[in-house]
Each structure stands twice: as structure tokens, then as C-alpha cells.
């Protein structure tokens, strides 16, 4: 490799790392969150189910 080539890749990490780590937390932390909705959604519907009126 030539220090062109490595001055090139620090850049395009640089450039692009950043935003890709970004997106790989925020995907993380709102699957979990869906995760959670997905289950007080199912809960929910249980208790509807059983619900007279």
C-alpha cells in the first residue's frame, strides 16, 4: 500500500464510518424499542379480547 492509498482510506473512514456506526446504534435501539411496543401491543389486544361490555 502507498501512503496515497492509506490517506485514502482514512479519509473514506472518516467520511463514511461515522455515519454508518450512527445508523447501526440508532437501528439497535429503536428495534428494542419496537420490541417492547410489540409486546404491550399484543398484552393489550389480550385484554381487549376479554373485555365484556
Given amino acids: 500500500m502507498t501512503p496515497e492509498n492509506v490517506s485514502m482510506w482514512i479519509s473514506l473512514i472518516g467520511n463514511f464510518g461515522f455515519p454508518i456506526a450512527i445508523t447501526v446504534y440508532?437501528?439497535?435501539?429503536f428495534e428494542r424499542k419496537i420490541d417492547k411496543l410489540e409486546a404491550i401491543i399484543m398484552e393489550l389486544s389480550e385484554i381487549i379480547k376479554y373485555q365484556k361490555f
Avoid at 440508532?26 to 435501539?29: A, K, M, V
Fill in 26 to 29: 440508532l437501528f439497535i435501539r
